[in-house]
């Protein structure tokens, strides 16, 4: 088996405005048989995405494969980049893209259509996207979320997409952000925590969990511009409890009445 780098593209972030979310998302790559990027980020990150390929030597041309650990906006809009790439997504979550809950906004209407723009191949539970690197199923936040897990220098490493959105949801053990089904999203935590040996979550930095502590294996780096310390009206507020949001609707979800 071999030992593969996952090289962070784009660091994922989480921080909020009380004018609506930027949603930084993770976006990693791996390089070996195949090159492979795990999301894609949104349009609002396309310029850097880009960059941050060119830097590398790299165009999106170069990709063969993006796996999208699930289809939320924030995640997949930018799969129109890579034409030369196949587009892993889980069966349930290509299958429920086309007619999303009405109070799912992760997941817009024209969500299932984007996706058939593009060669898509479904992957779930065991399948090798290439040597040292398969799919895990993680179903809850959303019903086809996925993580990649990969053999690395530090060990079994799993993306975990929004499975996983940051280090404490490690700890506490509950999805605060829940559009398909809570009982499955908290077990998906449970089970990536007890497989990997670093986790590499949706929004923060790479981590190990150290005798019940959170100890990252990133430093973290974010650049503000157009805003100063001393701007009118800008305020930073410290990080209050995250209330855990299931949404509305939720118990009406089967995926036998998600038809495309």
């Known amino acids: 088996m071999p030992t593969l780098k996952i090289d962070t593209i784009l660091p994922g972030v989480s921080f909020g405005t009380d004018s609506g979310t930027p949603a930084f998302c993770s976006v990693f790559l791996i390089e070996g048989e195949k090159r492979v990027l795990v999301d ?100 809850g936040h959303s019903p086809g979320s996925i993580g990649v897990v990969v053999e690395t220098e530090l060990g079994s490493a799993v993306i975990t997409g929004d499975a996983m959105h940051n280090a404490g949801i490690a700890l506490s053990g509950r999805n605060p952000l829940v559009f398909w089904n809570e009982v499955q999203a908290n077990a998906s935590i449970r089970r990536m925590v007890q497989e990997a040996d670093v986790l590499y979550p949706g929004h923060d930095r790479a981590f190990r969990l150290r005798d019940g502590r959170v100890e990252y294996v990133e430093p973290f780096a974010l650049t503000l511009t157009n805003l100063a310390p001393d701007t009118e009206g800008l305020r930073f507020l410290p990080n209050p409890p995250r209330q855990v949001w299931i949404m509305p609707g939720i118990e009406d979800q089967r995926l036998d009445r998600v038809t495309t």
């Open 40 to 139: 894609a980020a949104h349009v609002g990150r396309r310029t850097s995405l880009e960059a941050k390929l060119l830097e590398r030597g790299l165009s999106p041309d170069d990709i063969d494969i993006v796996v999208l650990t699930h289809a939320h906006w924030d995640h997949a809009q930018n799969i129109d980049l890579f034409r030369n790439a196949q587009i892993l997504v889980h069966p349930d979550e290509r299958r429920y893209s086309h007619r999303p809950h009405r109070n799912d906004w992760a997941t817009p209407q024209w969500t299932g259509v984007m996706l058939e723009t593009m060669s898509l191949l479904e992957a779930g539970e065991g399948y090798q996207v290439m040597p040292g690197v398969r799919i895990m199923d993680a179903p």
